[in-house]
């Protein structure tokens, strides 16, 4: 579970501070207007979702299988208990305040805010760009800034200006207009994240992935993570159970 949360963690590095909502959209391209509009208004409205995730862990050192349960609250709290082989190893459970996980082979927690692990990264992360990975929205709320649109054979493309410190290329489904990929790249320090949605599913009427793969690269190194959800339910009443067990240590990331 810590390499997975780690990973989040790098997915997430290049991102800025908390995400603004504008009531105007940046762009003023017609088509892309349109296009963005329609990313959010076919958002999964969901209160709650709860089901089976399937994750693989590979990096340059070795591949790793892990069954998670899953569960989240709509901009409250997402929560994941990792099993392998049937026996439990780690839970984890996020909120926009805080960072939380222990896993039971190392007897080790960390409990943190995300101050702490933007401190850690270097960047500043938050709740909510977590929640859009993993949902299939853009990680950056596309209605913040202009981009270069184009409408490609592979879907509506979003790029930003030459330049940027931060490179970000957004492609959207043309079907759904959910996100197809997503790429943040800062190549002064040689290192991005890419990460692409193979399909979605539709369940209870409501639009969400079904494989999400992530790689992370930071010079020759590379890591990669397959999501696969499986199993899902929507708007029922879910727990989050968790609760770090005493004599574990705590991991410090300063």
């Given at each position: 579970m810590?390499?997975?949360?780690?990973?989040?963690?790098?997915?997430?590095?290049?991102v800025?501070?908390?995400?603004?909502?504008?009531?105007?959209?940046?762009t003023?391209?017609?088509?892309?207007v349109?296009?963005?509009?329609?990313?959010?208004q076919?958002?999964?409205?969901?209160k709650?979702?709860?089901?089976?995730?399937?994750?693989v862990y590979?990096?340059?050192e070795?591949?790793?299988?892990?069954?998670?349960?899953?569960?989240?609250?709509?901009?409250?709290?997402?929560?994941?208990?990792?099993?392998?082989?049937?026996?439990p190893?780690?839970?984890?459970?996020?909120?926009?305040?805080?960072?939380?996980?222990?896993?039971?082979v190392?007897?080790?927690y960390?409990?943190?805010?995300f101050?702490?692990?933007?401190?850690?990264?270097?960047?500043?992360l938050?709740?909510?760009?977590?929640?859009?990975?993993?949902?299939?929205q853009?990680i950056?709320?596309?209605?913040?800034?202009?981009?270069d649109?184009?409408?490609?054979?592979?879907?509506?493309?979003?790029?930003?200006a030459?330049?940027?410190?931060?490179?970000k290329?957004?492609?959207?489904n043309?079907?759904?207009?959910?996100?197809?990929?997503?790429?943040?790249?800062?190549?002064?320090?040689?290192?991005?994240?890419?990460?692409?949605?193979?399909d979605?599913?539709?369940?209870?009427?409501?639009?969400?992935p079904?494989?999400?793969?992530?790689?992370?690269?930071?010079?020759?190194?590379?890591?990669?993570?397959?999501?696969?959800?499986?199993?899902?339910?929507?708007?029922?009443?879910v727990?989050?159970?968790?609760?770090?067990?005493?004599?574990y240590?705590?991991?410090?990331?300063?």
């Amino acid at each position: 579970m810590k390499k997975l949360i780690v990973l989040f963690i790098i997915a997430l590095f290049v991102v800025s501070c908390g995400t603004t909502r504008r009531a105007k959209i940046a762009t003023e391209d017609a088509e892309a207007v349109s296009v963005i509009q329609k990313h959010y208004q076919n958002e999964a409205d969901f209160k709650t979702v709860m089901g089976k995730l399937r994750a693989v862990y590979q990096d340059d050192e070795r591949t790793q299988s892990v069954n998670l349960s899953f569960r989240m609250e709509k901009d409250k709290a997402i929560w994941m208990s990792a099993s392998i082989l049937g026996f439990p190893v780690a839970k984890a459970y996020i909120t926009p305040e805080r960072v939380s996980y222990y896993e039971k082979v190392t007897q080790t927690y960390f409990d943190g805010d995300f101050s702490l692990v933007s401190d850690f990264v270097g960047t500043p992360l938050d709740f909510e760009k977590l929640q859009n990975l993993l949902i299939g929205q853009a990680i950056y709320d596309l209605r913040n800034e202009k981009y270069d649109f184009s409408a490609t054979g592979r879907g509506f493309q979003f790029a930003s200006a030459e330049g940027e410190f931060i490179k970000k290329m957004f492609l959207l489904n043309p079907s759904n207009f959910k996100a197809s990929a997503q790429q943040l790249t800062q190549e002064k320090d040689n290192r991005g994240v890419t990460i692409t949605y193979s399909d979605y599913q539709s369940t209870d009427g409501f639009i969400f992935p079904e494989e999400i793969k992530i790689i992370a690269n930071e010079g020759n190194s590379s890591t990669n993570i397959e999501l696969t959800y499986r199993s899902l339910s929507f708007n029922e009443e879910v727990t989050f159970p968790f609760e770090i067990p005493s004599g574990y240590e705590e991991i410090s990331l300063k």
